[in-house]
Structure formats: structure tokens, C-alpha cells
């Protein structure tokens, strides 16, 4: 028998899983739904699978949900409960109208419904925030159960959550995370993609990207910062531009999706022509709809004259070129068109699940050869990146810069034979981290902060905007030269940032800091909290695309030479040392933006509420988070970073990191020559 649920949000939170079968809740129209996926499982593990579900519900409906499990796992490659999707609106609520014993539950409850949101999340009814299959959890039971603990839990319980299970709630102290979180973490032989196919199919994996399955995704804003603050540092280092930032120059990529759709309102704010390519037109017509790319065409004829055009008048603007990219680069190629920049975000971190589609072929025609044919698929998509690298290369040569955009592009490029290699096997482009954001940001400390307003209220948001700009402003005066450019970027940003309209979901902001802007910050934060200005707690976070979070040989780490790009010891410390500092809640995962098995990444949650145990918290944790990552990039014989850490050792005397000789070129050489060994 099923039950029609009634009452209150409260009371469905506090049901948890119910006892008797809730009917399926209806779909709402324009729902975005993920793409349906094949079933990997020999039957035996299909089997297995389905058992493993059914532990979620009670036994006395096995019978009838079992076929129902069954038929998803056939039909989308998982099952994620869909019966039990709740019938509530799914969107961040005030943080008191949470039911909850501890405030720093009814934050997370907060958090994880904003990552739900259907405007904020990409598939929100298969529980995927952003990139295709950053899950939150893996089946709505596993989301009502978490609710559940989340509402009964106290500041002596932590929650364990091993890949969006709940394993339940166990006893431990008021400052110890309220929730650990990890994704995906197997054991390393067992990390292919093949491995995370068969492993989410048995419902004993997640892919939670980085802030997905952290809960700490606010919606476009950040990848738009983060866009910018990229872009802006591109042209300074690339063109030498000056406070015209991008004006008269062209930037052409691809991808209006998720995080990639990001790129036409970034360009127009640093100034750019863009020309950004997308084969899926619904995509296409949401981000024209919501103003995000102003100009959509076509017809390459037409785009050409028209960014011509626009790029001598100066004006800024991002057009949609609605078609494959491997068109639009051979064009472009074959006009020699004075490309400025180039990048690329097609979700290549998924390259044969429908990440990228091939050339030759509309949208829908590659959809249904990925169903039909995978393996011809997969040999299209190949053949078109080596096209596409073929052009990058013929406009490169003719001054282009182009940079990998920590989507796998170049790996998987090389995976597919194309151009993309030096002779010394090294790739021929740097990737947005190795060039622009590991040495002008994250070697300084500077990365993606965050915070979320829990009352919900646009003043308190706008309350910290003030300060926190009042504070960059300060720190500005009296910064080394090498840091302030990045800080008056950010004091421009905030400042802007309410007439940039770019809240979705809960009142959230972010901004790139250092490791004293970020603690000032938070501080201040606290203080307002305290005296009233701001009317509710505060919850402190960051994209784990940081200085210290995050180990990724193709992207946040590509900048560590010294053959540590390969280990994942810091994004482990980071997460291990945030926890018994002061965070609310942690997170470490496999996978996450490059692919599964390329990176191990981590973060943190905080909720500050005026209190001196807050304010405790901060001092205690805020600088770890920022500082442990300097020092291994120091320690990496990273020049910014070893000046960094050396302010930072200087600004707390408690601070002692074990720095680097450097050894002369010459002298190794010679040493290992007179051993009869190759010259390095
Ligand atoms: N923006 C950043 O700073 C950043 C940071 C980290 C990672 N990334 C990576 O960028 C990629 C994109 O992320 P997303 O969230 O936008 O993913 P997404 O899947 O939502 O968007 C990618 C878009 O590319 C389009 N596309 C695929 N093949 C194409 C082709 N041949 N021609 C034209 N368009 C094509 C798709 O239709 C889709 O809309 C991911 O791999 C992500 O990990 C971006």
C-alpha cells in the first residue's frame, strides 16, 4: 500500500525513510533529466545491486519496489530511488525553519537543499549538481535518511556519510565536524573509470565532483569568479594587457553548460569579443534566456563578420556559435582569423559518456549512436579531437594562445593521438592552472572563499559584501606589489557583485583571498554576527579548486614540478588537519572535475555564529586550510610560494615550514655526468 505524504516539512524530515511506501512525488515540467545510461552489471552483480538498494527499505514492500529498482537500473545504468524523492519544494530554507537540535545540523540540511535545488542543480531528480555526475548522494533514500540524522543529531553526535550513505550517527565532542564526508575513495588499482561505471551501478560509490558532494556548490556565481579572475590574469600574462583588461581581443571556446556557461558572462566582464560553441541547443537557448550569452548564431559566415566587427569597435560581448566546435576551429583555421585566446570545456573528464560529441553529426544523432554503438562513439569522438587539435595548432602557431581549462582536454586529446606533444613528451599547452592560476593565485594563497547568508536574507548578504570589501581595500594598501593586483581584482569584483545579479538559490558570494583576507574576513564576519549587523549564522567554505585542497596533476597541482604532482598527500593533510581544527563539516573525494582516479580532493564547511568558540574555530583552522598548500608548493621550490610562506612565517611565529635549498642546474648536471649517467 502506498500513502499519499501530507504535513509538515518538519514532519517529512523527521520521517526519515517512511513505513509505509510514499507515492512517487510528479515531475515538474523543464525539469532537467540526466541522460540515460547503460546497465554495466553482469546479472550477478545487477542482482547484487538491486539487494543492495532494498536495504533502504523496509522488507515488507520488497515485492513491489524490487521490480520498480530493477526497471531503473535497466533503464538508466543506477538506481536512484526515484519513489522516494520527496514531495516538498527542494530549495534552501531559512536556517530556522529547519527542525534540528544543533544549528550547525540545520546549516548542512541548509547546504545540501540548495545543492538539490532545480535551479541550482543540473539533474536535480538523479541528485547531480554540475558536471554531468557530481552527485550529492546516490538514491533519495540515502538523502531522506541524512535529513533524518541531520534533524536528530546533537554537537555530541558526527555523522558518517561513506559516499552519500549515511552510515549513521556516532558519539564524539562539540568541536569535533559535525559530518565527515568521503567520495568515491577506493582502493587505488580499482580507480578506472570502468571501476566507478561498475561500483555506482552497485550503489557503493559516488562521484561527488569537488563542492557537489560537499554540499558547498552555490550555483553558477563561483565558476563566473573564478572565469574572470582567470581570464583577467590570462591577458596580463598572454597580451600584456593593462587596465583595458580584454577590450578588442577574441576568446573562442566551447561548452555553454554547467560550469563551462560561465565563460560568455566572464568574457563580457573582463571586456572580450567571445565566441563560445555549443552542439546542444537547449543548452544554447537556456543560457541566451537567461542573458548569460547575448548573441546566438549558426552560420559561421555571419559570426565571423560579426565578431570582427565587434572586436574593432571594442565591444564587449559573448556570442553563441550553436554547432560543433570542431567546425568552428577549422573555420577559424582556414580564415586565419587573429584568435587572441583559445580554450575548451567540453566535459572531457567524461569523454565517452557523452561529455563530448563528435563532429559530423547533430546533437541528437550523437546521442543516439552513444546508446546504440558506444564503441563507434568512441572512435567518432577521437577523430574529432584530433581535428579539432589539428586547427588549435595551424592558429597557435599564428600567435593564438590557447590553455587547457582543467576539463582533461589535453590528456584525452593525447589518449585519442592527436597533436597535442612536444617531443619531450610534454604537452605543447600549459594548462589555466600551470600558467595562470598556480603561479599568479594559488602559489600566494589565493583561492575560491565563499560564505553563505543561513537567514536567507539579500541585507545580510549585501552587510557582507561591505565588509568584505572594506577589508580587501585595506590589505590593498599595504600589499607587496606581487599580491595586490590579485586583492584590487577582488575589491572590483565584491563591489560589483550585487549589480551583477548572480544569486541562484541561497544568499551566497564568493571571492578569491589569501590566507589572512580569508581569516580578516570570516572574523569580521563574526563580529557582525555577534553585534547584529548580520541577522543569522554565517557558513564559511571554498570551492576545493584551491591552493591546498586539492591534488590534480592536470589541473590545481599541474604547477608542482618537482614529481610530487603525482601524490595525494596534501589534499589528504588538508582535510585530515581542517577536521580537528574548528571545521563543521569535511569532505575528501576520488575524481572531481578531471576525471575519476585523476585527482583526490577535499573541503570544508563552517558555520559561525558570533560566538567566541567561532571565533576560536577560525584562527584555528582558516590559515591551516591556506597555508598547508603553500607550503608544500613552497617546499615544491615554487617561487611566489616560497615568499608567501615566508610572510606568513613572519606574521605568526608559531608557524615553522621546512623550506627548500635550491641545488644549481650546473652542478647536478656535472655531478651526474662525472657518474657516466644521461645530462638531465
Ligand atoms: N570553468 C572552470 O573553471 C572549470 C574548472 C574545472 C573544470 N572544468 C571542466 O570543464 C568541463 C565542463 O564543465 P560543465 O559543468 O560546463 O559541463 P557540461 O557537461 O555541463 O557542459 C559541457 C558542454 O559542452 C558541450 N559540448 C560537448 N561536446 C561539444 C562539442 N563537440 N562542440 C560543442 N559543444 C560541445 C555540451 O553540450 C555541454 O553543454 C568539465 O570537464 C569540468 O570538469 C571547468
Not at 456 to 474: F, H, M, P, Y
Not at 548 to 573: C, F, I, K, Q
Request: glycine share 10%; net charge neutral.
Amino acid at each position: 500500500m502506498s500513502t499519499k505524504i501530507a504535513g509538515s516539512f518538519a514532519a517529512q524530515v523527521a520521517e526519515g525513510i517512511p513505513a509505509e511506501l510514499p507515492e512517487a512525488p510528479p515531475d515538474a515540467p523543464g525539469v532537467n533529466r540526466a541522460p540515460r545510461r547503460r546497465n554495466v552489471l553482469s546479472a550477478a552483480e545487477s542482482a547484487l545491486a538491486l539487494k543492495n538498494a532494498l536495504r533502504y527499505v523496509p522488507a515488507k514492500h520488497h515485492a513491489r519496489v524490487a521490480p520498480e529498482l530493477a526497471a531503473e537500473l535497466e533503464n538508466d545504468g543506477r538506481i536512484v530511488m526515484r519513489r522516494y524523492r520527496p514531495h516538498y519544494d527542494m530549495h534552501a530554507r531559512p536556517i530556522d525553519q529547519y527542525p534540528a537540535k544543533s544549528r550547525q545540523a540545520a546549516a548542512i540540511m541548509l547546504m545540501i537543499q540548495n545543492n538539490l535545488d532545480p535551479a541550482v542543480a543540473q539533474h536535480p531528480y538523479e541528485l547531480v549538481t554540475y558536471g554531468g555526475n557530481g552527485a550529492v548522494f546516490q538514491n533519495w533514500a540515502q538523502y531522506r535518511l541524512t535529513m533524518r540524522y541531520l534533524a536528530e543529531m546533537t554537537d555530541e553526535q558526527t555523522l558518517v556519510l561513506y559516499s552519500g550513505h549515511p552510515l549513521g550517527l556516532f558519539p564524539s565532542h562539540g568541536d569535533a565536524p559535525r559530518v565527515v564526508v568521503t567520495n568515491g575513495m577506493v582502493i587505488p588499482n580499482h580507480s578506472t573509470p570502468a571501476d566507478y561505471e561498475r561500483l555506482s551501478a552497485l550503489g557503493v560509490t559516488s562521484y561527488g565532483q569537488m563542492t557537489a558532494g560537499s554540499f558547498m556548490y552555490i550555483g553558477p556565481q563561483g565558476i563566473v569568479h573564478g572565469t574572470v579572475i582567470t581570464l583577467l590574469n590570462a591577458g596580463r600574462k598572454y597580451l600584456g594587457t593593462g587596465p583595458e583588461a580584454l577590450a578588442g581581443r577574441l576568446f573562442v571556446t566551447s561548452g555553454l553548460g554547467g560550469m563551462s556557461g560561465a565563460q560568455a558572462k566572464a568574457a563580457v566582464i573582463a571586456g572580450a569579443v567571445a565566441i563560445v560553441a555549443e552542439v546542444n541547443p537547449k543548452a544554447v537557448k537556456t543560457r541566451f534566456e537567461q542573458g548569460w550569452v547575448m548573441e546566438v548564431e549558426s552560420d559561421l559566415d555571419k559570426l565571423l563578420l560579426r565578431a570582427e566587427a565587434a572586436r574593432r569597435a571594442k565591444e564587449a560581448v559573448s556570442i553563441a556559435y550553436q554547432g560543433n566546435v570542431v567546425d568552428l576551429w577549422e573555420r577559424l583555421a582556414k580564415e586565419g582569423v587573429a584568435v587572441d585566446l583559445g580554450s575548451d570545456q567540453t566535459s572531457l573528464h567524461n569523454p565517452f559518456g557523452g561529455g563530448y560529441y563528435p563532429a559530423g553529426m547533430s546533437f541528437a544523432d550523437g546521442e543516439r549512436l552513444l546508446r546504440d554503438d558506444p564503441g563507434a562513439f568512441a572512435a567518432a569522438v577521437k577523430d574529432s579531437l584530433r581535428r579539432q587539435v589539428d586547427a588549435i595548432n595551424a592558429l597557435s602557431a599564428r600567435g593564438m594562445r590557447f590553455w587547457d581549462y582543467g576539463n582533461a582536454f589535453l590528456l584525452e586529446a593525447s589518449r585519442a593521438g592527436a597533436r597535442v606533444k612536444r617531443d619531450d613528451g610534454s604537452f605543447a599547452y600549459p594548462s589555466y592552472v600551470e600558467d595562470i592560476m598556480g603561479p599568479m593565485c594559488f602559489d600566494f594563497g589565493f583561492g575560491p572563499f565563499r560564505w553563505v547568508c543561513t537567514s536567507g536574507s539579500g541585507e545580510d548578504l549585501e552587510v557582507t559584501d561591505a565588509i568584505a570589501g572594506q577589508i580587501l581595500e585595506e590589505m590593498a594598501a599595504s600589499a607587496p606589489e606581487d599580491v595586490k593586483r590579485q586583492i584590487l581584482d577582488n575589491a572590483r569584483w565584491i563591489r560589483a557583485a550585487a549589480g551583477n545579479r548572480l544569486v541562484v538559490g541561497s544568499q551566497a558570494r564568493i571571492l578569491y583571498a589569501d590566507a589572512s583576507g580569508r581569516e580578516r574576513i570570516a572574523l569580521a564576519f563574526n563580529a557582525a554576527i555577534a553585534d547584529g549587523r548580520i541577522r543569522g549564522p554565517v557558513v564559511l567554505g571554498r570551492d576545493h579548486h584551491d591552493v591546498s585542497g586539492t591534488d590534480s596533476p592536470y589541473r590545481e597541482t599541474a604547477n608542482v614540478r618537482d614529481g610530487s604532482n603525482l601524490t595525494a598527500d596534501m589534499a589528504v593533510h588538508n582535510v585530515i588537519g581542517d577536521a580537528f581544527r574548528g571545521a563543521t563539516w569535511v569532505s575528501l573525494h576520488n575524481g572531481g572535475g578531471v576525471g575519476w582516479g585523476e585527482v583526490i580532493n577535499g573541503g570544508f564547511g563552517m558555520v559561525i555564529d558570533g560566538s567566541e568558540a567561532a571565533g576560536r574555530r577560525i584562527r584555528s583552522m582558516i590559515t591551516w586550510d591556506v597555508n598547508n598548500g603553500i607550503a608544500r608548493r613552497a617546499w615544491a621550490r615554487n617561487e611566489g610560494a616560497e615568499q608567501a610562506i615566508r610572510r606568513a612565517m613572519e606574521a605568526d611565529p608559531r608557524l615553522s615550514v621546512t623550506l627548500p635549498e635550491h641545488a644549481d642546474d650546473r652542478l647536478v648536471h656535472d655531478a651526474l655526468n662525472k657518474k657516466g649517467t644521461r645530462p638531465v
